[in-house]
């Protein structure tokens, strides 16, 4: 068993919940019934990635000078960064987790504190008027769709405030 399988391993023991990396080194995660979260597996690091909202494929101007704007912030606080998935539209916020010299727990804190970055993101930029608050609520067929259709629900650190759902696909 690798060091990354062991992280995840400690993160399935927090959440309550059975957790892999499925063929392609990825893991999917749905906390809360909306915070959409993906671990990817890589040589040096695991990258953590958060569904924002999906967005207007013609947004104003305005509205990703917003962005941007959010994304310089995060990049000067080391809180990740903002990208756009062009399949889905949607804006994902990216974190990095270096893997040298980190411990299961250290994992866990950053997942959470991951967590807790994207949800106050999300709520940040839904008061502004940037995202779409209802898109991770319709039905589509892409990633985020098949995440709402999986299972499980998260026990420890990942059930503060609501009742938060992890699975893996």
């Known amino acids: 068993m690798n060091t990354h399988t062991e992280w995840l391993n400690g993160l399935s023991e927090a959440a309550g919940v059975p957790l892999d990396f499925d063929e392609h080194g990825q893991c999917f995660l749905l906390l809360d019934t909306q915070l959409m979260i993906s671990i990817r597996d890589r040589p040096d690091a695991l990258v953590l990635y958060g569904m924002v909202g999906e967005f207007p494929a013609h947004a104003p101007a305005e509205l990703w000078k917003r962005m941007l704007a ?13 990208g756009l998935d ?3 539209a949607a804006v ?15 994992f866990v804190e950053a997942f959470d504190a991951f967590a807790s970055r994207l949800e106050r993101l999300i709520d940040t930029l ?6 779409d608050a209802g898109a991770r609520d319709r039905p589509a067929e892409s990633r985020v769709a098949r995440l709402n259709r999986c299972e499980g629900t998260a026990r420890g650190p990942f059930a503060r405030r609501r009742d ?6």
């Open 70 to 82: 959010v994304n310089l912030d995060l990049s000067e606080t080391g809180g990740g960064s903002l």
């Open 164 to 169: 938060r759902r992890t699975t893996s696909e």
């Open 86 to 88: 062009e399949d889905t």
């Open 92 to 106: 994902m916020l990216i974190g990095r987790v270096a893997t040298a010299n980190l411990g299961v727990h250290e």
């Open 126 to 131: 839904e008061r502004m008027g940037v995202c």
